[in-house]
């Protein structure tokens, strides 16, 4: 008996070992699978909360969707694709120009919070400063010339902006506009340096805080904010797989921008120029000269600017632009542009500006030179809101023999010229 008993004794022992460890190794995998589970989902809620939920005006600024123009796709065999930079909180793809200024100054300590921020802008710049100065604690001045419409001076006013509408002269002036910016940045400056002396100490805390020069134009960080935001958006939202980008330029920020970045990561893809009236981009992408001596700015008897557009077309190279890595560049005209905005609210019901209208201007010029079947990226700069008294404006257009009267495409220029 007594031998039997030893190896019952030893099976027992080993089956209640084995389901001791069972069940330990149970109680962990179990709490495992539950952490797993409802950790994770934990997790995943938390990233859609910050996903969804953003962090007050500036958290509002990019991440703008990719609309597919249908009407423009239909009549081209293209998919074409509108960044659409109108939903910004400032109502235009200078929003993200603005948030780069402003947070590279304060870091730098070019600006400090309280100080004065000052831009030359024909509209949509000082509109994206004004809120975005605001949401950093900063003050904000903006000169524009006084023919840019009239909506963009009482927006830039009601946002809190100090306005000087000024004549509109050549760059080389000393009271062009952008030069009358960076004047009273420099006296904000001067203020700063010498307070204290003879201040009263009302005055002193409000004028102390000193004043930085937006400079959108020379700035590299209107270069970066399309480089770092709009670019890497692009590509993401297209999966890489796009074949053209085209866009007009003003301080040529955002077709730099993008342009370096999209080809950087598909080098064998195409960026265009298109190219309002008056500009002399035209000339330098194609012909590697801006002008002829007598054209140069501040030579001319007239305004150069001689198009119904807004915020595209310049006379002289700007550091943004000179980064930009074009194929080719096409001109548009300012009939093209009224009846394109016109023939995009007639067929897709989007209302856009005067930039955006010459944009998809330049998508059906891409899409006739590269043929069906490719994706082509453009940008919907702003909406045709900001645009009322002049672009949208029946009278202003009648005025300027540009009443828009096409049924289709059939007002794009078949010789459209290329290089
Ligand atoms: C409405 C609008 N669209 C387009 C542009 C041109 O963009 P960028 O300055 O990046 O060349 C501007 C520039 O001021 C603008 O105001």
Known sequence: MGESRTPDIVAKGTLFLAATIAFFYCGSRWKWFLQDRFGCAADEKERQRKRTVKTGLVGLIGNTPLVKIKSLSD??????????????????????????????????????VGG?????????????????????????????????????????EALGARVERVRPVSITHKDHFVNIARRRASEAESRRLNRGKGTD????????????????FENLANFRAHYEGTGPEILQQTS????????????????????CFLKE?????????????GSSLFNRVTRGV??????????????PFDTITEGIGINRLTENFKLARLDGAFRGTDREAVEMARYLLRKDGLF?????????????????????????????CDSGVRHLSKFHNP???????????AKGLEFLEASSEMK
């Open 352 to 380: 856009m500006g005067s930039s955006s209208a010459m944009n998809c201007v330049g998508t059906v010029r891409v899409a006739r030179l590269l043929g069906p079947g490719h994706t082509i990226v453009t940008v919907l």
């Open 240 to 259: 890489g797989q796009l074949d053209a980008f085209v866009a007009a330029a003003g301080t040529g920020g955002t077709i730099a921008g993008v342009s």
């Open 116 to 156: 004065l921020i000052t831009e030359g802008s024909a509209g949509s710049t000082g509109v994206s400063l004004a809120m975005v100065a605001a949401a950093y604690g900063c003050e904000c001045y903006v000169a524009l010339p006084d023919d840019a419409a009239i909506e963009k001076a009482q927006i830039l």
């Open 75 to 112: 009549a081209t065999g293209c998919e074409i694709l509108g960044k659409a930079e109108f939903l910004n909180p400032g109502g235009s793809v200078k929003d993200r120009v603005a948030v780069k200024i402003i947070q590279e100054a304060l870091a730098s300590g070019a600006l400090r």
């Open 265 to 277: 990561q598909i080098p064998n893809m195409k960026c265009y120029l298109i190219d309002p009236p």
């Open 290 to 303: 801006m002008y002829t001596r007598e054209e140069a700015e501040g030579k001319r008897l007239k305004n």
């Open 201 to 216: 100490q009302e005055n002193e805390s409000k004028e102390s805080r000193g004043g930085f020069f937006a400079d959108q």
């Open 395 to 405: 009278g202003y257009l009648a005025e300027h023999g540009l009443t828009p009267s």
